[in-house]
């Protein structure tokens, strides 16, 4: 077999969680990945990929300060449209529900070529939310070939809108992959001033940056999270902010110069995975910190209304708690002082997002696709 396939990635999360695929059809005799970032973020990109020893073939560096959406996905559309046109891959494989995902795919379908998605059929069941995220995956999952679903319920997802069983692969989460990759080679952390926290002291850890977070959401954030430092001694609080400046500038308002708080820049993924694996409590809105936290056994609470990963809540260690400051400080307080709750919540956690043999599955099932024909069938004849 010779395979040529075009893993595009975009984003910090596609970055983690695509890069223990691309390990793992570099390993493989016969599948050449070729790696295209089409830079809708810049360092945040650079930053995860470079972890991983990954260096893109190509990288469009489509970033602009403040972006909109149809900024992103028209470059990205006409970038990756005519480096599929150069390098004319017989797969492209995209993760996930970001506008590089969704923009990718549609050059891909425009071409013919056959998408493989990572991450499908994940679903809100709320168009809106989070927003655009929900409609991407939708949309990526109607034009892919491949459907590589993280764990049945995703499957269960796609199966009652219609899809064909023969083309859905339950494999995991790569993100589970990377993190137990990464994991091993942690043993302290980079940042001087994580280093500077006591090793008796309790960290809290928080991350924010959804769409649906901006403006009074993260306001509201904020001030829960001074009165949970108000309330508890011996707690820090970390709080990597990313680059969005609609993010950083209310968080520079809010937190800036408090003591125990330490606001830094988005922490490289052995940083983040020392910060998550030394936190008592995470709070976040991110996808991927809810998979991750499950599968260290932290307590996360999710700031989001609804979440697309129902898993984490029945199986794993999350909390939906939304916005409201309120619900988010009583929460906070009750898992940090009673140990009861805590172990209740982390006893009652499974692995819903597998033990981190995502990306073997997924080449496995490319294979397998290839030798049933799916892909020379995905278009009828292909010129
Ligand atoms: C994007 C994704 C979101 C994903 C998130 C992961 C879309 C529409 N949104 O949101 O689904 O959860 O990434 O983090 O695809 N910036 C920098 N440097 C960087 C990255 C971002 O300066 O390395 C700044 C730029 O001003 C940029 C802005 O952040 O314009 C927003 O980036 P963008 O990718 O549009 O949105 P995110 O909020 O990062
Ligand atoms: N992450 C990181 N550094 C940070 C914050 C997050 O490496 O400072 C990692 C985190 O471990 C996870 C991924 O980034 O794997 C999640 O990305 P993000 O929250 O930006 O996006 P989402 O998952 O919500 O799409």
Redesign the pocket.
């Known amino acids: 077999m010779d395979l040529l396939t075009c893993c595009v990635v975009g984003?910090?999360?596609e970055a983690?969680?695509m890069a223990p695929v691309i390990m793992e059809l570099r390993k493989e005799c016969g599948m050449h990945p070729y790696v295209l970032a089409t830079g809708q973020h810049a360092e945040?990109l650079r930053?995860?990929l470079s972890f991983f020893q990954i260096l893109p073939d190509a990288d469009l560096a489509i970033m602009r300060d403040r972006q909109s959406l149809d900024y992103i996905t028209a470059s990205v559309l006409s970038g990756v449209g005519e480096a599929l046109d150069k390098v004319r891959p017989d797969l492209v494989l995209v993760h996930?529900?970001?506008s590089t995902t969704f923009a990718s795919a549609l050059a891909a379908f425009y071409r013919r070529i056959p998408v493989g998605h990572v991450e499908a059929g994940l679903r809100s069941g709320n168009l809106y939310l989070p927003f655009p995220?929900e409609a991407n995956r939708l949309l990526v999952d109607r034009i892919s070939t491949l459907l590589f679903a993280p764990t049945e319920w995703a499957k269960n997802n796609l199966l009652a809108e219609g899809y064909d069983a023969s083309k859905i692969w339950v494999t995991g989460n790569t993100?589970i992959d990377?993190?137990l990759w990464g994991i091993e080679k942690v043993k302290s952390p980079n940042l001087p001033e994580l280093k500077q926290i006591p090793e008796t002291d309790r960290i809290l850890l928080l991350?924010a940056?959804?769409r649906e977070s901006w403006g009074e959401p993260l306001y509201a954030i904020c001030r829960a999270l001074r009165q949970i430092l108000a309330e508890e001694d011996g707690l820090w609080a970390v709080i990597?902010v990313?680059k969005n400046p609609a993010v950083r500038e209310i968080m520079a308002k809010e937190l800036y110069g408090m003591s125990k708080v330490i606001l830094c820049e988005?922490?490289?993924?052995p940083?983040?995975?020392w910060a998550?694996k030394r936190s008592t409590l995470i709070l976040?809105?991110?996808?991927?910190?809810q998979e991750?936290a499950t599968a260290i056994k932290k307590p996360v609470l999710v700031l989001r209304e609804v979440t697309e990963r129902p898993e984490a809540l029945n199986s794993g260690t999350a909390i939906l708690v939304g916005h409201d400051t309120e619900k988010i400080v009583t929460e906070s307080l009750r898992l940090l002082r009673s140990n009861e709750a805590y172990e209740e919540l982390i006893e009652r956690s499974g692995y819903p997002f597998g033990t981190g043999d995502a990306a073997k599955r997924i080449a496995t099932a490319i294979k397998e696709a290839v030798q049933k024909g799916y892909l020379r069938d995905a278009f009828g004849r292909r010129d």
């Open positions: 984003t910090r999360p983690i969680k945040m930053q995860s996930g529900d970001t995220e993100v990377a993190l991350t940056h959804r990597p990313h988005p922490l490289d993924y940083d983040f995975i998550m976040s809105d991110s996808g991927g910190i991750e």
